[in-house]
C-alpha cells in the first residue's frame, strides 16, 4: 500500500507539470452561427448558408510527412436551427479513383477514403461522438473514450440516428451531415465544444487533420483538437425520448438436448430518455441480442481464458466508464458476464435470457461523469442457478487538463437463493484509480487498487486469511516522436475473485518494461519510419518464485505505400503451476512445477490495404515446451467495391511434443462473404471450422435498414461436429425493430 500511495503521488506530480503544455499547442477555432436558409440534404454544398459559414480549413499532413501542410486541402463548415447540427465537408481530390469499400453502415475505415469529426461536447479532451462518411455518403459512427490513445478506444458498434448525403465532382467530394441535437450529449448552455477533423486521400496517399499532430500519436488523438465556437449558447435538448421494440421469431433444433418447443418467439422494448443535455437513461425489458455480430474465433494456445469485446448495443454508450478500469486483464465490470453463457457442444458464447435493467450514464457537469447499471437475469433451472442481479456504480471526476480519478462498485447479487456449492450469495468488487494523461498526449498512464468482498473468506492452514482478495496496478507511457517509454506492473492475490470482471489470471506480480526507437529517413522515398523495439515480462508467484518471463526483441517498417513489416526474437520460460496439455486434445498434460524455456522467430506483413487483394500474414517457427511449434495465422481480403468483399481468416499450427504427449495440426479457418445491395440492404455469409473446439460453424445474418436504425433481421446459425460432421444444432431467428422519437 505505501508503494501505491508512492506511486500516486508521482503521477499527481507529473500531471500538474504536464499539464502546462496544453498553453503550447496551437488551437484553431471555427464558429457556427444559424442557418441562413434550410438545408437541402443532397451533399451539393449550393445553400447561402454555406456562402456565410466560417470554415476549418488549412489541413496539415500527417502521414507520409508531419511538417508540411495537405497538398490537397479540406474545408468543413457548420451552421444549425433549433433540432440539429449541419455539417458542410469539401473534399478536393485529384481525381475520382475512389476506395470504398462497401454501402454497409459502419464501413471499414483503413484503406479507403472518408473524413471524420470528432466532438468533445464536455471539453475533457477524453470522450468524444464520432460521425465518418466517403465519396458515396455512407454513415459510420462510433464513441471515442480514453483520450484516444488507443486503437481500441473506438467503439463503432454504437449506432444512432443522423443522415449524410454526399456529391462527387470535378473538384473532389462534397458531403452534408445532419446530426440532431438529441443524438449527442452536452452541457446546458454550452459555447465550446473541442473539435477534431481528419481525412484519409488514397489517391494522393495522405492522411491530413486540421491540426498539426505528429506521426507519433493517433490521428484521432484528442489531446489534439481545435475548438468550435457556438455563437449562441446552446439551450437543454428536452426531454428526448425514443421507443425501440422488438418482435423476434425463431426455430431452434438440437441434436443432443431436443427443446421441448422448437418453435418460438418473443417481444421486448428498450427506451433512450434523456433526462439532461448530457445524462441519458437506457431501459429494456427482455432484450433479445440474437442479431448481433457472430465473434471471430481464435486459437488458443495459453492457458488463459480469451477476451472477447462487447457488441451489444444497449451496453455500449458510455461503456468506457464502466469497462476501463484497471488493465483489460485486471478488469473488475466486464459487461459479457451479463447474459452470455457458453454453449457446451460448441464451445461458443449463447444468449443467457436477461429479465430486464437500466443505465443511467453521463455527464453532470464539464467534470464529472456517472454511471448506474441495473440488470436482473432469469434463473437456470438446468444449471441450477438462481437469478442473479447486477448492479454496478462508476463515478469518474476531471482533474487537470486531461487527467481523472474514478471510482467502480460492482456488484452480483444471487436472488431467493438456497445455500449451494456452484455459486456464491454475492460478489462485490470496489476500485479505485488515477488516469494521467498530459495536455500533449506525451505522458500518458495509470494507477490503480480493487478489493474484492466475498461471503466466505479463505483460510489457511493456520486459520488466518489465505491472502487478501485484492489488485493492484501502475502504468506509465513516455512518447515522443523518436522515442517510446513503457512500464507497467501488477499484482494479484490468489483470493481476488471479480466475478462480474474479467480476470485473466491470478496470485502473481508482474514487471512489463518496453522500449521502441523512431528513425524517419529523409533519402529513402519508400521507408516512412523504422526503428527496434525491445519489450520484457516477468511474472512471480506471490513468494518471490519466478513462474514466467517472456522478452521480444523486434525490428519495424512502415513503408510510404502502407503496407508493414515486423521482425521479431522471442524468448519464453514458463513454469507451470498446474497440468497443462498445449495441444488441448485431452491427451497426457505436461506435469505440474515442470519449467520449460524456448525461442521463436515471427515475421509479420501487412500489405496495401487500398489495393482490391490485401492481406496480413505471420509466420512462426521455434520451440514450444519440450517441442516444437510451425504457425501460420492472417487474413485476405478481396474488394469488389463496393458491392461484395470476400475475406478469408486463418491459422493453423503444427505442434509436435515428445511421446507419451501428444502432437496435433491446429486449423482455424474462416471465410466471409459481405454482400452490401445498397446503403440499406446487407448480407454476410461467415463460416468456421475449428478443429480444436471441434466445431464448423455456418452463420447467415441478413440485415434491412429501412429506417435510421430501424432493421429487419434474419438469422440462421448452424453447428457441425468436424470429427463426423453430425450436426449439433441450428436455429433460424427472424426479428424486427422500430426507433420511435419524440
Known amino acids: 500500500m505505501k508503494q501505491v500511495f508512492l506511486l500516486l503521488f508521482l503521477s499527481y506530480c507529473s500531471s500538474l507539470a504536464f499539464s502546462q503544455a496544453d498553453s503550447l ?6 464558429h457556427v452561427k444559424r442557418c441562413a436558409d434550410p438545408i437541402v440534404l443532397d451533399g451539393r454544398l449550393e445553400e447561402q448558408s454555406w456562402k456565410l459559414a466560417d470554415r476549418a480549413t488549412n489541413f496539415w499532413q500527417q502521414f507520409p510527412s508531419d511538417t508540411v501542410q495537405a497538398r490537397y486541402q479540406t474545408e468543413v463548415s457548420f ?25 454497409r453502415y459502419d464501413y471499414r475505415a483503413f484503406g479507403s477514403d472518408f473524413i471524420n469529426l470528432l466532438f468533445d461536447t464536455f471539453n475533457d479532451a477524453t470522450n468524444a461522438f464520432s460521425f465518418s462518411t466517403n465519396p458515396l455518403g455512407v454513415q459510420r459512427d462510433a464513441l471515442l473514450s480514453g483520450g484516444g490513445n488507443r486503437l481500441e478506444d473506438f467503439s463503432s458498434s454504437w449506432d444512432n440516428k443522423w443522415r449524410v448525403e454526399a456529391h462527387i465532382d470535378e473538384k473532389g467530394w462534397s458531403a452534408e451531415m445532419a446530426i440532431p441535437f438529441s443524438t449527442l450529449r452536452f452541457q446546458e448552455g454550452s459555447q465550446r465544444w473541442r473539435l477534431g477533423i481528419f481525412r484519409f486521400d488514397t489517391q494522393s496517399n495522405e492522411r491530413t487533420a486540421w491540426l498539426h499532430i505528429p506521426r507519433n500519436q493517433w490521428l484521432f488523438n484528442l489531446a489534439y483538437t481545435g475548438d468550435m465556437i457556438w455563437e449562441e449558447p446552446l439551450p437543454a435538448s428536452g426531454m428526448n425520448v425514443s421507443l425501440i421494440p422488438y418482435l423476434s421469431a425463431n426455430y431452434a433444433r438440437d441434436a443432443e438436448e431436443p427443446p421441448a418447443k422448437p418453435l418460438g418467439g ?21 432484450p433479445d441480442f440474437s442479431q448481433v455480430k457472430v465473434d471471430r474465433q481464435v486459437t488458443n494456445l495459453s492457458r488463459f481464458e480469451i477476451f472477447f469485446p462487447e457488441r451489444r448495443q444497449f451496453f455500449l454508450e458510455n461503456a468506457d466508464l464502466f469497462g476501463n478500469f484497471g488493465f483489460e486483464d485486471i478488469n473488475p465490470f466486464f459487461s459479457r458476464r451479463i447474459g452470455v453463457a457458453v454453449d457446451t457442444a460448441t464451445g461458443q458464447n449463447l444468449q443467457n435470457p436477461i429479465w430486464g435493467g437500466l443505465r443511467l450514464s453521463g455527464k453532470l457537469n464539464e467534470k464529472l461523469r456517472i454511471g448506474l447499471l441495473d440488470m436482473q437475469t432469469a434463473p437456470d433451472a438446468e444449471n441450477d442457478l438462481p437469478s442473479f442481479n447486477y448492479g454496478v456504480l462508476a463515478l469518474q471526476q476531471k482533474l487537470f487538463k486531461r487527467s481523472n480519478i474514478g471510482f467502480i462498485f460492482a456488484n452480483k447479487q444471487a436472488l431467493r437463493a438456497d445455500s449451494s456449492e456452484t455459486y456464491d450469495r454475492f460478489n462485490r468488487v470496489f476500485g479505485l484509480e488515477y488516469n494521467l494523461a498530459s495536455a500533449d498526449n506525451s505522458w500518458t498512464g495509470k494507477i490503480f487498487y480493487q478489493q474484492a468482498f466475498l461471503p466466505d473468506l479463505p483460510q489457511g492452514s493456520n486459520g488466518r486469511l489465505a491472502g487478501w482478495p485484492a489488485a493492484h496496478g501502475f502504468s506509465l507511457t513516455y512518447n515522443t516522436r523518436p522515442l517510446r517509454l513503457d512500464w507497467r506492473h501488477r499484482w494479484v492475490s490468489e483470493t481476488f475473485d471479480a466475478q462480474t470482471g474479467f480476470v485473466r489470471r491470478k496470485g502473481f506480480f508482474a514487471l512489463q518494461p518496453e522500449l521502441r526507437l523512431f528513425f524517419y529517413p529523409e533519402h529513402q522515398p519508400r521507408i516512412n519510419r523504422h526503428g527496434p523495439g525491445l519489450s520484457y515480462e516477468h511474472f512471480f508467484d506471490l513468494n518471490g518464485l519466478n513462474t514466467d518471463r517472456k522478452m521480444e ?3 519495424v517498417w512502415e513503408f510510404t505505400t502502407n503496407d508493414a513489416l515486423r521482425l521479431s526474437l522471442d524468448y519464453q520460460y514458463i513454469l507451470l503451476q498446474s497440468d497443462f496439455d498445449p495441444s488441448r486434445t485431452g491427451a497426457t498434460p505436461l506435469p505440474e512445477n515442470s519449467g520449460y524455456a524456448f525461442w521463436a522467430f515471427r515475421f509479420r506483413y501487412r500489405s496495401d490495404p487500398r489495393k482490391l487483394l ?59 462473404l459481405d454482400l452490401t445491395f445498397s446503403k440499406k440492404l446487407f448480407l454476410t455469409t461467415f463460416v468456421q471450422y475449428n478443429n480444436q473446439i471441434d466445431n464448423f460453424n455456418l452463420n447467415i445474418r441478413f440485415q434491412w435498414r429501412y ?12 453447428n457441425y461436429a468436424v470429427s463426423n460432421f453430425s450436426n449439433k444444432n441450428r436455429a433460424l431467428v427472424l426479428k424486427w425493430t422500430y426507433w420511435l422519437n419524440r
Not at 79 to 96: F, H, N, S, T
Not at 278 to 285: K, R, Y
Not at 635 to 642: E, M, S, T, V, Y
Not at 650 to 662: C, G, K, M, Q, V
Open 553 to 555: 526483441a523486434y525490428w
Open 266 to 286: 418473443g417481444a421486448g422494448l428498450d427506451a433512450k430518455l434523456a433526462v439532461t443535455s448530457g445524462l441519458n437513461l437506457d431501459l429494456t425489458v427482455n
Open 614 to 672: 490485401s492481406f496480413r500474414i505471420t509466420p512462426v517457427y521455434g520451440q514450444y515446451y519440450n517441442g516444437k511449434r510451425l504457425g501460420l495465422e492472417g487474413q485476405a481480403n478481396l474488394r469488389f467495391q463496393p458491392y461484395a468483399s470476400l475475406s478469408v481468416q486463418f491459422s493453423y499450427n503444427r505442434i509436435r511434443l515428445p511421446r507419451p504427449y501428444a502432437s496435433t495440426d491446429l486449423l482455424l479457418i474462416g471465410p466471409r
Open 707 to 718: 429506417q435510421p436504425v430501424s432493421d429487419f433481421y434474419l438469422v440462421y446459425t448452424d
Open 79 to 103: 451552421c444549425r436551427d433549433d433540432e440539429q447540427l449541419y455539417v458542410a465537408i469539401r473534399c478536393y481530390a485529384p481525381g475520382k479513383n475512389y476506395i470504398y469499400p462497401s454501402l
Open 25 to 30: 499547442l496551437q488551437r484553431p477555432a471555427v
